[in-house]
């Protein structure tokens, strides 16, 4: 095989397992800056005070759910803005008659991954790439304290 040949034989295999390889990608931050109440990853969150409340001090009054994408450019570094939750938290947990929302989970599902499947044009910059994500949790309040005993009643402390 003549060298020039060789050249352009190893250029193209290069060229083919760069683009079959290749991902336009794209990145996503998830932000809840304007958020009205607390979010928490874990099962615990604290209240305005700092009190930690365990899991089995509050109760469930609901589902947060909130899916979106964002697609990037230039092999993701030009990703045009992040994912905002915070109106979807306010307007969730207020109509949930919740305080706070706990065991918040992001997740990337296969909303646009349509964009994703075409390996040539994966390697151009120009290509976008997308993230679909979904992002959910629990709205919870504080359980109700139980009454209070009297003091006269039997086993009150004193």
């Known amino acids: 095989m003549k060298p020039s040949l060789r050249r352009r034989t190893s250029l193209w295999l290069v060229l083919v397992a760069t683009t079959a390889s290749a991902c336009a990608g794209a990145r996503v931050n998830v ?3 304007r958020a009205a109440y607390p979010i928490s990853m874990s099962g615990y969150v604290r209240d305005n005070t700092g009190r930690l409340y365990e899991r089995r001090e509050l109760q469930t009054v ?3 759910v909130s ?3 964002r697609v990037g450019f230039l092999y993701s570094l ?3 803005s992040s994912y905002d939750v915070s109106d979807e938290v306010n307007a969730q947990v207020a109509a949930a008659n919740g305080e706070a929302v706990v065991n918040l989970n992001v997740a990337v599902t296969e909303g646009c ?3 994703n499947e075409f390996p ?3 390697a151009l910059p120009i290509w976008p790439g997308c993230v679909p994500l979904i992002v959910t949790g629990n709205i919870v309040r ?3 304290l139980p009454p209070a ?7 009150a402390a004193l």
């Not at 005993?149 to 086993?155: H, N, S």
């Open 149 to 155: 005993l009297p003091r006269d009643a039997p086993g």
């Open 62 to 64: 609901g589902q947060f």
């Open 31 to 33: 932000t809840a800056n």
């Open 120 to 122: 040539v044009l994966n």
């Open 142 to 144: 504080r359980r109700p």
């Open 67 to 69: 899916d979106g994408s």
């Open 113 to 115: 991954a349509v964009l």
């Open 78 to 80: 030009l990703t045009p």
